[in-house]
């Protein structure tokens, strides 16, 4: 069956432009994750739905950050003015109701230059 | 503050000989431990996971051991093959509000032919 996608793949940004990554998780999964994984380094944390609610996101790391998920399927990660910094792998990953399961997109490699 | 670590970031192993991966942990209040594989440009998959009040937990060639008294877990793998080579990664989940995987840096094990 078809698993978690994510589009775009590789995103090139100048520093300073708006970018949008999109997630489309596995069908009838409830919740949705938003992880950012950096060179080298495991996933961290962004933000957590439960359907449409957004009911954690204290791992976004700015207020440049922004997730939504407006009808608890797809969900798009914003990121505003996008700093050098913010290059990375993001991460998407769904579940059902074992939430410690989680099956994770390809990422979408974010570069800023 | 508190987190899960590993204590390699490498380990080569002969194709066909057991793996033994490694990982530590700090917080005595994680309900699950969950090992993830991680191949090169694809996002983390599950492997097995362990609830806090197991010692130990079978799957397909893999075995994870939990030493709650040393905050250890590992990840063996019998017979070791080449489809094997990738990032692990152990990971701990809290049931609660807070739903999120905490992971470590992870160990990149190579298998030598």
């Known amino acids: 069956g078809a698993g978690v996608s994510q589009s775009p793949r590789y995103k090139v940004a100048k520093r300073g432009q708006d970018v949008a990554l999109r997630c489309d998780p596995i069908s009838g999964h409830v919740s949705l994750f938003w992880y950012q994984q950096a060179l080298g380094q495991g996933p961290e944390f962004l933000t957590y739905?439960?359907?449409?609610?957004?009911?954690?996101k204290s791992g976004l790391p700015s207020d440049r950050f922004f997730a939504e998920r407006p009808e608890g399927s797809v969900s798009t990660l914003k990121i505003q003015r996008t700093q050098q910094e913010d290059s990375a792998v993001y991460l998407c990953?769904?579940?059902?109701?074992?939430?410690?399961?989680?099956?994770f997109g390809p990422g979408t490699r974010l570069t800023v230059t | 503050g508190e987190s899960v670590g590993l204590h390699l970031p490498t380990l080569s192993v002969q194709e066909g000989d057991n793996s033994i991966i490694n990982c530590a942990y700090s917080n005595s209040a994680s309900d699950y431990f969950i090992w993830y594989k991680q191949e090169s440009g694809k996002g983390p998959q599950f492997i097995i996971d362990i609830r806090s009040n197991m010692d130990k937990r079978q799957g397909q060639r893999v075995t994870v051991l939990l030493n709650k008294t040393v905050k250890h877990l590992s990840l063996q793998i019998a017979a070791t093959q080449p489809g094997d080579s990738a990032v692990y990664f152990c990971?701990?989940?809290?049931?609660?509000?807070?739903?999120?995987?905490?992971f470590g840096s992870g160990t990149q094990l190579t298998v030598l032919p």
């Open positions: 990953a769904s579940s059902t109701y074992r939430d410690y399961e989680q099956y």
């Open positions: 990971a701990d989940f809290r049931d609660g509000s807070a739903r999120q995987l905490t």
């Open positions: 739905f439960q359907n449409e609610a957004q009911l954690d």
